[in-house]
């Protein structure tokens, strides 16, 4: 059996990365990460998809050869850190493979694919999600190929309301009104109207033929913009295998889901939808949202803003259950001050990490309340330069200086604070309503 941090490479996956003078270092569940505070797995999770059933192998993953935690990652992936054992690689591989969240060895880092967390739920947007995310992840690790694509190239399938195409994917595909096309986007632009049946092989040619032109030009590429930034030269060869033009956009704007309950549209069920703190929990309250994943369709869906949605839950339980969830630290309503609030691993796991950030920003927002009907910024916390996990479009930026003090930066201005003085810097940049996007990394 090959050793799991040193998953086979095929021809194909040599052929494909040729040029780039190393592959990427992104982790995998198989190639781990080394941490300060261990090794770290990272478990894609195609659509944010889990069965109770498979809920259970990475909470077993960490109890076992863990830290006790789950992390939540803003490409709906989960995490567990900490894993000091030699072995632990091949302890986790097994749990993993057991579950059916490792299909192909070779092909576990390509299979980061988003999806509309809420498709099929609420009554908006264009259709369920489900059979795209199934069919694109399978047609992923039947190509040999595909096992070339870098651990930070991303997939995001949108139902119609905007949400996961905002986020800065290769590849996206929208459903269209009426479900029989979709549009086909490539680095957020428009290239192609297919019909939504064959849409998952379209997203997938689209990747292999990135890797295609990145293997001629011999270029190290990890993602389209590296060598294709609008998308151009792809859909030009896309075009030549038969794929049809793009129509008018169908570009809509949307956000996360929202959180608490979610009513399914002439039912007496809905879906419940809360927030994790900063990303982490325990394992205890991974498996107390899996026990209430049980009472309804049996699935858990983790989105890219570091949230769960629990579909078809009666309406009374659903209501008992968020109050348990509320009481268990879980995020519940949108007036929530740690809503959007995310942060990087920060000390102790990060060794180029200034700070404990997370336990400063838990410092920061301990005594923060709720505000009904007011939306605060997003916040995120970083402990160096380098901004690990921050999120897409707008957010107050904090990070931890060689000083000693946190800079905070919004709407073009920055101002330096100790992290005693964090709240109430924190307080007033939040409330600003128009902050540019701070330098991405």
Not at 217 to 246: H, K, M, Q, S, V
Request: charged share 20%; proline share 9%.
């Amino acid at each position: 059996m090959p050793s799991p941090s040193d998953p086979p490479v095929s021809g194909a996956f040599a052929a494909a990365t040729a040029g780039r003078g190393r592959d990427d270092a992104c982790p995998g569940a198989l190639r781990l990460h080394a941490a300060d505070d261990g090794a770290l797995a990272r478990i894609r999770i195609p659509g944010g998809l889990l069965t109770v059933r498979q809920a259970e192998a990475p909470a077993t993953a960490a109890d076992r050869l863990g830290d006790g935690r789950i992390d939540l990652t803003s490409r709906g992936n989960l995490q567990v850190r900490g894993l000091r054992d030699p072995g632990a690689g091949t302890e986790l591989a097994a749990l993993l493979g057991e579950a059916g969240l490792l299909p192909s060895w070779a092909h576990e880092r390509a299979r980061n694919l988003l999806a509309s967390p809420l498709a099929g739920l609420d009554g908006r947007g264009n259709g369920d999600l489900r059979g795209w995310i199934r069919e694109a992840d399978a047609l992923l690790c039947a190509r040999p190929a595909a096992a070339g694509l870098s651990g930070r190239f991303l997939f995001a399938l949108d139902d119609g309301r905007g949400d996961t195409a905002a986020l800065g994917a290769d590849v996206t595909l929208i459903a269209l009104p009426g479900a029989a096309t979709a549009e086909l986007r490539l680095a957020g632009r428009p290239v192609a109207r297919v019909p939504a049946a064959d849409a998952p092989r379209w997203a997938v040619r689209a990747a292999e033929t990135f890797l295609t032109l990145a293997a001629e030009r011999g270029a190290r590429a990890w993602r389209i913009a590296d060598i294709d930034p609008d998308g151009t030269a792809i859909a030009a060869r896309l075009r030549a295998e038969g794929a049809p033009p793009a129509g008018p956009s169908a570009a809509t704007a949307g956000g996360p889901p929202p959180l608490g309950l979610v009513p399914h549209p002439g039912g007496t069920t809905c879906a419940l939808s809360v927030g994790v703190r900063l990303g982490r929990l325990t394992t205890g309250a991974w498996r107390l949202l899996a026990r209430i994943a049980g009472t309804g369709t049996g699935e858990l869906r983790i989105t890219p803003w570091r949230g769960v949605v629990l579909p078809g839950l009666p309406r009374a339980a659903a209501r008992e259950a968020l109050d348990h969830l509320a009481a268990a630290g879980f995020l519940t309503g949108e007036d929530s001050p740690w809503r959007g609030v995310t942060a990087c691993a920060g000390r102790p796991g990060c060794a180029k990490s200034l700070a404990d950030v997370r336990a400063d920003a838990l410092a920061a927002l301990r005594d923060a309340v709720p505000e009904p009907g007011h939306r605060l910024l997003p916040v995120h916390f970083s402990g160096c330069e380098r901004r690990c996990g921050h999120p897409d479009g707008s957010w107050v930026d904090v990070v931890a200086g060689a000083d000693g003090r946190y800079h905070v930066a919004t709407a073009g201005t920055t101002s330096a604070t100790t992290a005693a003085d964090l709240p109430a810097a924190l307080d007033t940049a939040r409330r600003t309503s128009t902050p540019p996007p701070p330098r991405t990394t």
